[in-house]
T-cell receptor
Framework: GAVVSQHPSRVICKSGTSVKIECRSLDFQATTMFWYRQFPKQSLMLMATSNEGSKATYEQGVEKDKFLINHASLTLSTLTVTSAHPEDSSFYIC????????????FGPGTRLTVL | RKEVEQDPGPFNVPEGATVAFNCTYSNSASQSFFWYRQDCRKEPKLLMSVYSSGNEDGRFTAQLNRASQYISLLIRDSKLSDSATYLCVVNIGGGKLIFGQGTELSVKP
């Protein structure tokens, strides 16, 4: 149990386009989902915390108008990178937390974004 | 100063060796602590939680020293399959995880 999927696994796009990444908890309901970004040879950096039905909480330095997060259901959160630029190229990983006292986070397989 | 600091390595060790990783964290209010393993271009996977009393899982032993804000991971009898990046992770509350840069381990035959 506790499987999290992400789609797509890899995306290459032109500069200026928007890219949507989906994160799904397949066999449990996730009250909270988290979005991370990882640049090569660096640590995962938390971008935002998303609770179902409410606005995401963004970390300092993360532009909420550029990285749109929607958590419309207990099994789906989406991250949209708007007007992507080459510096947005990174590995984007989501995680999901069951809640109810269970704090373990289950990570998705990640989405590798390359902006040309 | 980074919130979670690790020696990035790489640590190159022969099979069967014992290797130790260290980690320090800066937030004294941190609530829980973990070691994750990340293989190249994959998501991190939980290796083990870390407790002040120390805990062991097979060949892996983790230790937490809250007073000095220090976390360690010991791997005994290294296997080729242990080659990966080991991430020290701290929960600072509200479910927020802060990841260290990771320590790269390469186990050679």
């Amino acid at each position: 149990g506790a499987v999290v999927s992400q789609h797509p696994s890899r995306v290459i796009c032109k500069s200026g386009t928007s890219v949507k990444i989906e994160c799904r908890s397949l066999d449990f309901q996730a009250t909270t989902m988290f979005w991370y970004r990882q640049f090569p040879k660096q640590s995962l950096m938390l971008m935002a915390t998303s609770n179902e039905g409410s606005k995401a909480t963004y970390e300092q330095g993360v532009e909420k108008d550029k990285f749109l997060i929607n958590h419309a259901s207990l099994t789906l959160s989406t991250l949209t990178v708007t007007s992507a630029h080459p510096e947005d190229s990174s590995f984007y990983i989501c995680s999901a937390q069951r809640g109810g006292g269970d704090n373990e986070q289950f990570f998705g397989p990640g989405t590798r974004l390359t902006v040309l | 100063r980074k919130e979670v600091e690790q020696d990035p390595g790489p640590f190159n060790v022969p099979e069967g060796a014992t290797v130790a990783f260290n980690c320090t964290y800066s937030n004294s209010a941190s609530q829980s602590f973990f070691w994750y393993r990340q293989d190249c271009r994959k998501e991190p996977k939980l290796l083990m939680s870390v407790y002040s009393s120390g805990n062991e899982d097979g060949r892996f032993t983790a230790q937490l020293n809250r007073a000095s804000q220090y976390i360690s991971l010991l791997i005994r009898d290294s296997k080729l399959s242990d080659s990966a990046t080991y991430l020290c992770v701290v929960n600072i509350g509200g479910g927020k995880l802060i990841f260290g840069q990771g320590t790269e381990l390469s186990v050679k035959p």
